[in-house]
Nanobody, 124 residues
Framework: QVQLVESGGGLVQAGDSLRLSCAASGRTFGFTHMGWFRQAPGKEREFLAAIRWNDRSTIYADSVKGRFTISRHNVVYTVYLQMNSLQAEDTAVYYC?????????????????WGQGTQVTVSS
């Protein structure tokens, strides 16, 4: 089985930075992409960023482009999300996800494995 565990969430002030981590374990062979999503109270889950494992190419949602950076560990299936200039509207539960070959593109929610999420709260 596959397990994704996020860490690094917390309470920060507006303008601060935070780095989230997501470690994948278990049957991780064949993952093509890992991504980050978030869900704020009363809102739908939102795609943030994804990284393709073999060449590290990345895609971002327009809402976070230039502020958030996704990266991965050189060896193990671990991804990071560096978040800068956080604002109150970034408050949400942040989820990590992983997929093998999907039907829909990697900026959709077509991911087969999801973490439990980590809370990020930005106070203004």
């Amino acid at each position: 089985q596959v397990q994704l565990v996020e860490s690094g969430g917390g309470l920060v002030q507006a303008g601060d930075s935070l780095r989230l981590s997501c470690a994948a374990s278990g049957r991780t062979f064949g993952f093509t992409h890992m991504g980050w999503f978030r869900q704020a109270p009363g809102k739908e889950r939102e795609f943030l960023a994804a990284i393709r494992w073999n060449d590290r190419s990345t895609i971002y949602a327009d809402s976070v482009k230039g502020r958030f950076t996704i990266s991965r560990h050189n060896v193990v299936y671990t991804v990071y999300l560096q978040m800068n200039s956080l604002q109150a509207e970034d408050t949400a539960v942040y989820y990590c996800a992983a997929r093998r070959a999907g039907v829909r593109p990697p900026d959709s929610d077509d991911y087969s494995h999801w973490g439990q999420g980590t809370q990020v709260t930005v106070s203004s």
